[in-house]
């Protein structure tokens, strides 16, 4: 499976951003859990939000919670992160994740990883 993230980009504080991500491979999409991660410079890389394939159960990092919603479209193959309300802290790089348990290893290990797309928060 691969995985392709984009719609980042610059936005003002307060504003929204709306991340997507699809995957493509031998692997039907609606088997594989599917998160968002995020680095920003000189830290760690977090589990930001993400959504189990096996129920549509969402969970989030507690950051973001009343934010962030992340979404997905199996038939498009597609996950969203809808970002609102965002804040300057929320400046990182961006990873879109897929796992093919039935839940979500939040800040353990992914078998899946997309590239990053940057998030740029501007206050």
């Known amino acids: 499976v691969q995985l392709q993230a984009f719609g980042g980009g610059l936005v003002l504080a307060g504003g929204s951003l709306r991340l997507s991500c699809t995957g493509s491979?031998?692997?039907?999409?609606?088997?594989?859990?599917m998160g968002w991660l995020r680095q920003a410079p000189g830290k760690a890389r977090e589990f930001v939000g993400g959504?189990?394939?096996?129920?549509?159960?969402?969970s989030y990092a507690n950051s973001v919670k009343g934010r962030f919603s992340i979404s997905r479209d199996n038939a498009k193959n597609m996950v969203y992160l809808q970002m609102n309300s965002l804040k300057s802290e929320d400046t990182a790089v961006y990873f879109c994740?897929?796992?093919?348990?039935?839940?979500?290893?939040?800040?353990?290990?992914?078998?899946?990883w997309g590239q990053g797309t940057q998030v740029t928060v501007s206050s």
């Open positions: 491979g031998r692997t039907p999409f609606s088997r594989l859990s």
């Open positions: 994740a897929a796992d093919y348990g039935a839940y979500l290893p939040r800040n353990g290990r992914w078998d899946i």
């Open positions: 959504i189990r394939w096996s129920d549509g159960h969402t």
